[in-house]
């Protein structure tokens, strides 16, 4: 069983930078598409960015694509999300999974969600 831990979330200014890490235990988290979700209350949790395991391959919601880098570091069973120029509606609780599923944006082919990090931006 992979489970996941996000972390790096925290309280910034519109125009400051975060970088969140979602760190895995179980040594088949190599094998995984792991994505990275965003909820905000009263929303439904919405895609953000992912990051495939057999080639490398980055996918962007055309909210973040030119803001936010994905990335992952196999040795260390991380993988990181950089976020760049945030923006007061970039403001929500910040979800990692792997992919179980076809496709990539659905949340539903996501399963063993980590417990988020809050990610507050002041405008």
């Known amino acids: 069983q992979v489970q996941l831990v996000e972390s790096g979330g925290g309280l910034v200014q519109a125009g400051d930078s975060l970088r969140l890490s979602c760190a895995a235990n179980?040594?088949?988290?190599?094998?995984?598409?792991i994505g990275w979700f965003r909820q905000a209350p009263g929303k439904e949790r919405e895609f953000v960015a992912a990051?495939?395991?057999?080639?490398?391959?980055?996918y962007y919601a055309d909210s973040v694509r030119d803001r936010f880098t994905i990335s992952r570091d196999n040795a260390k069973n991380t993988v990181y999300l950089h976020m760049n120029s945030l923006k007061p509606e970039d403001t929500a609780v910040y979800y990692c999974?792997?992919?179980?599923?076809?496709?990539?944006?659905?949340?539903?082919?996501?399963?063993?969600w980590g417990q988020g990090t809050q990610v507050t931006v002041s405008s």
């Open positions: 990051v495939s395991a057999t080639d490398g391959t980055t």
């Open positions: 999974a792997k992919k179980i599923g076809s496709g990539v944006t659905n949340r539903y082919v996501y399963n063993s």
């Open positions: 179980g040594r088949t988290f190599n094998t995984y598409t």
